[in-house]
């Protein structure tokens, strides 16, 4: 067992890039609310259904709220700043200068919900059960550490494995950071891997109260929280009893709330924006209509090709069916115009690749033949097909029946027709929700002027979880969503590895070693720089690739609350942080 090092070497927080905001004095977020009142219940709804209590596994839909209320990380996250984390279960920590080692010193006062302290062994049997039978993201991280040591008395170390160009993943120790902590004592493989509606122990700031399988979740805030006057956690968790209440779609959802039923409604369908938010209690102030600001990416909306099909191998293919797709005439016909094209991955932020040309540090990530293949993409004036008009253009037709010829279809009686098979394109595009119906009707409709048969197939929402893990299915709606501090989450959605791993959000199949390259670059960034270039680099080369049909995205983030809730008037990153509300009728009885 090693020593501790001099105090001099413990800090209270680490950053990816860049210095920390809060220094080691700080006492709270800035957008917590210190004097916020504690008391009441937050009544939240969610669409779809439940299976399984346990988030950290792949066995069915987790329940909401589990892991964020139940299972604690050794670190928590400042959502003011791209990517830094203070000290939680950790209270300091020790990091390397070249980032090969992390040393995490535990809180003393740090425990579970029954009593139990958390020591140094419970951090590494959670480490070594989430990297052998954790979710596929988890076994990914968790499997670029090697040697595991104790510290002290509270300390452990993990030390990274250096990839085969002998390269330190430099996000590992933030990852690790936020590596959630499981107990020891009463968890094991067995109960780990198994899919049930248990009540699970943790040591976050809520238990749960009581579970209704598929229908609610309730958690009580426990009094005895051990990390409630820790800065991370200062003005937050204010509620008594939270409650998770499920609903099978998005009307009945929203009807519910309409009724009282909940107390938040999330919105991003701008027709409903419109038009819907227009009932009595709306109208006499018992419901308030926001919008909140953003500031971070956009993400990707999109349908998603499964490139595994053999009908959606060809790029040309790809390229033909994204030039059908009319955004013009969908936004200003389905919605009021308000939503804006997405048309980058990081969309809405500094690692946009969009408007920006490709500067030397992409140049030797991307190599010169990108210039000549994608000189649109390399210049920063790529753009998808426009349409001036509800109609899709017979411009953006002509081009989508010339690459369907290019692959070797020809339009017979009003059908797209394989030349060699003889057989007909068609597809399916899987759904769990009407609202999509609209957008995918509209879309299947332009394919019918070039002779291609497209399906909405409507599933139950555990089918759909079930065949989305397992990639069965043709074309997809899938939301990937924005971080300033893109990192080995992008292994999970782009990387070829990814691509084979069932559970992965690698939806559209990709395999392609110029963006391994290019995720691999930007987790190796040391400086902000080769980081920005790094991202947008991958941007070009995920857009080069034509794997979806971007959507929209809206420019902040749409909300409908009852007006006795309060929130901070200083805002996050990440708009609403229903973490940081309260009840005000519980400050008015103060």
């Not at 951090?123 to 990297?131: D, G, P, Q, T």
């Not at 780990?192 to 976050?204: E, R, T, W, Y």
């Not at 926001?290 to 191998?313: C, V």
């Not at 930007?522 to 690739?545: C, E, H, M, P, Y």
Request: no cysteine.
């Amino acid at each position: 067992m090693a020593k501790d090092p001099p105090e001099t070497k413990k800090h209270h927080g680490i950053s990816m890039h860049g210095t920390l905001k809060y220094n080691s004095n700080f006492t709270n977020f800035n957008y917590s609310n210190l004097n916020a009142p504690k008391g009441g219940t937050l009544n939240l709804g969610v669409m779809g259904t439940f299976t399984n209590m346990n988030p950290l596994n792949i066995r069915g839909g987790a329940g909401a709220g589990v892991r964020g209320y139940i299972y604690e990380s050794l670190l928590g996250r400042a959502l003011d700043e791209p990517f830094s984390l203070y000290g939680l279960i950790a209270e300091k920590i020790d990091l390397s200068e070249d980032r090969s080692n992390i040393t995490f010193y535990l809180n003393n006062s740090a425990k579970f919900s029954d009593g139990k302290k958390i020591t140094i062994d419970d951090v590494i049997f959670s480490h070594k059960l989430l990297k052998e039978n954790g979710r596929p993201n988890h076994r990914t991280y968790y499997s670029k550490v090697g040697k595991v040591e104790k510290i002290g008395t509270n300390g452990v170390k993990f030390n990274f494995k250096p990839s085969a160009d002998g390269k330190i993943d430099r996000e590992m120790p933030l990852i690790m950071g936020l590596m959630p902590i499981l107990p020891k004592h009463i968890m094991n493989k067995e109960k780990f891997k198994a899919s049930n509606l248990k009540v699970p122990l943790g040591s976050g700031p809520y238990k749960i109260l009581e579970i209704d399988p598929g229908k609610f979740i309730t958690y009580q805030r426990n009094p005895n929280y051990w990390a409630k006057d820790l800065p991370v956690n200062k003005g937050r968790y204010n509620f008594d009893t939270i409650k998770y209440t499920y609903y099978r779609d998005a009307n009945t959802l929203f009807e519910a709330f309409k009724k009282g039923l909940h107390d938040i409604q999330y919105e991003n369908d701008p027709g409903k924006w419109s038009k819907s938010y227009n009932f009595n209690s709306i109208k006499d102030g018992r419901v308030l209509k926001k919008e909140f600001k953003l500031k971070i990416p956009s993400g990707m909306s999109a349908l998603a090709f499964n490139t595994r099909r053999p009908i959606f191998k060809d790029q040309d293919i790809r390229r033909a069916l994204i030039a059908l797709f009319n955004f013009e005439g969908i936004n200003r016909q389905l919605y009021h115009g308000l939503y804006s094209r997405t048309k980058s991955y990081f969309d809405r932020s500094i690692l946009s690749s969009a408007e920006k040309p490709v500067d030397n540090i992409e140049k030797n990530i991307l190599g010169s033949s990108f210039e000549t293949e994608y000189p649109e993409l390399w210049k920063g004036n790529y753009k998808l097909p426009i349409n001036r008009s509800s109609n899709i253009s017979r411009k953006n037709i002509r081009k989508a029946i010339k690459l369907f010829k290019k692959a070797g279809y020809k339009l017979v009686d009003g059908k797209m027709i394989n030349q060699s098979t003889s057989e007909p394109f068609e597809f399916e595009i899987m759904t769990v929700t009407k609202s999509q119906e609209a957008l995918l009707l509209n879309y299947i409709e332009n394919l019918k002027l070039i002779g291609v048969k497209a399906i909405i197939r409507q599933v139950d929402t555990t089918q759909y979880q079930k065949r989305k893990s397992s990639f069965d299915f043709d074309m997809i709606q899938n939301n990937w969503s924005g971080s300033l501090s893109p990192g080995n989450e992008q292994l999970f959605r782009w990387s070829s590895k990814q691509a084979t791993t069932e559970g992965s959000y690698n939806f559209a199949g990709i395999k392609s070693p110029q963006i391994d390259k290019a995720i691999d670059a930007l987790l190796a960034a040391k400086d902000q720089d080769t980081f920005i270039s790094s991202v947008r680099s991958l941007d070009r080369l995920l857009l080069a690739g034509d794997y979806v049909i971007p959507l929209f995205h809206l420019k902040g983030q749409w909300m409908a609350h009852r007006a006795y809730l309060d929130h901070p008037k200083k805002a996050s990153f990440y708009g609403a942080l229903l973490d940081f509300w309260w009840d005000k009728r519980i400050e008015s009885k103060n």
